[in-house]
């Protein structure tokens, strides 16, 4: 993905944030002056750098770095095997270790049992730099860090900054994208970078009018960090929460989870199970729709969220760009067409009072035929009066259901 490939590498490409900067530029200078300097909390909204400055932080300074996502929160083995140890040692050739612990409000009292003693041993006890990211600094979960760590906080990046960072990198990928649709991507990011580029990223090479399935980010999650929550964490808590924070449509999420299950799982044992959850969420949505009653869709959630995560066994395809929905693809690449489908049924309403789906689906296949059977035998000019005068349509209705299909 674009996001990862123009990651910031130091931190002078981190964006918007400069007193985060100078407060991580501090970080390092007491670690490299063998000071303990307290742990850090990054915290902010989703795509401002909180991760890709801890990361340049690591990377501009030579440490190792050690990463743990929401997925190795599960329980205090986990890090018992992965932090406890690497806190008290160092690295290969004597190198620092910079643990970073990624989205830590995603704690969750019910699963993540035994994770918040473990942290406090670690704070206490660690001899290598400790940084957390967090969205919220102020969530109950992580209230036991706030004693234990300086914050630091990351804003959202203005739209001007935004749009600048696209079109260099649409120029470095020689992508075809207008200069309207950049500043638009950026309009619409909510300060959010990752997302923006994610944005723009889809939108090369695709129709225009794919333009209004982006929408105004979330400042909490948008799409992309729903599908990394439901595909990536393999649990059911985080990804449910996910997508219960996420204002993304319930269709559109149905539609990217549905497209990228095989593009990301890889066994037969992981698709299969995933489908068999996305399908049942799938029936309680129609459900839903079907029948007004709107509590259905909690178990649409849960199942098309968590039971598609706890069906990642381990062979997960992280790297791997999201395939954007064929369906949603379709509906974009025809609007024009579906539009005037849409016009013609409304005026062919008062002579089949029948519901306009209907009129497109079942009646204007007939009435072509029969069009084009008056055309053959009578001449265009003489079945078009006939036509417009028997229907009310004008001449351009008429080409629209001869050519139509």
């Known amino acids: 993905m674009l996001s990862e490939k123009y990651a910031p590498n130091t931190l002078n490409g981190i964006m918007g944030n400069d007193s985060a900067v100078a407060a991580l530029e501090g970080f390092a200078q007491k670690v490299h002056s063998n000071q303990k300097p307290k742990p850090l909390i990054l915290f902010g909204p989703p795509g401002t750098g909180k991760t890709a400055a801890a990361r340049a932080l690591a990377y501009g300074n030579s440490f190792e770095l050690l990463e743990l996502t929401a997925s190795d929160y599960r329980d205090a083995d986990s890090l018992n095997r992965t932090v406890i140890p690497a806190s008290r040692s160092k690295g290969l050739f004597g190198r620092t270790i910079l643990i970073l612990l990624d989205e830590i409000d995603e704690l969750s009292k019910k699963y993540d049992t035994g994770v918040e003693r473990v942290l406090g041993q670690l704070l206490r006890e660690t001899k290598q730099p400790v940084i957390f990211t967090a969205e919220d600094y102020w969530d109950q979960n992580i209230r036991f860090l706030r004693g234990l760590t300086d914050k630091v906080e990351f804003k959202k990046v203005g739209e001007k900054e935004i749009a600048g960072k696209l079109r260099e990198i649409a120029s470095k990928e020689n992508a075809a994208i207008e200069k309207d649709i950049i500043e638009s991507i950026a309009k619409r990011s909510n300060g959010d970078v990752r997302g923006a580029i994610n944005d723009m990223e889809v939108m090369v090479n695709a129709p225009r009018e794919l333009m209004e399935n982006i929408g105004m980010r979330d400042n909490k ?145 007939l009435l072509k035929v029969m069009f084009r059977k008056s055309v053959n035998e009578m001449g265009r000019e003489k079945a078009f009066s006939e036509i417009s005068s028997a229907t009310g349509l004008e001449e351009s209705d008429i080409d629209f259901i001869l050519g139509a299909g």
């Open 221 to 365: 999650v948008e799409i992309f960090g729903v599908l990394d929550k439901i595909f990536l964490s393999g649990s059911f808590d985080v990804s449910r929460n996910a997508l219960a924070k996420s204002s993304v449509d319930t269709d559109m999420v149905l539609n990217w989870i549905d497209e990228n299950i095989p593009t990301r799982y890889t066994s037969k044992e992981e698709i299969q199970g995933a489908y068999e959850s996305l399908a049942l969420a799938s029936r309680f949505y129609e459900k839903a729709q079907r029948t007004n009653n709107y509590g259905y869709l909690r178990y649409a959630s849960v199942l098309m969220s968590a039971g598609v995560a706890v069906h990642n066994y381990g062979y997960v395809r992280r790297l791997r760009q999201y395939s954007f929905p064929l369906k949603i693809r379709h509906l974009g690449n025809t609007k024009q067409e579906r539009s005037e489908a849409s016009e013609v049924a409304e005026k062919l309403f008062s002579r089949l009072h029948t519901n306009k789906k209907r009129i497109i689906r079942e009646y204007m296949p």
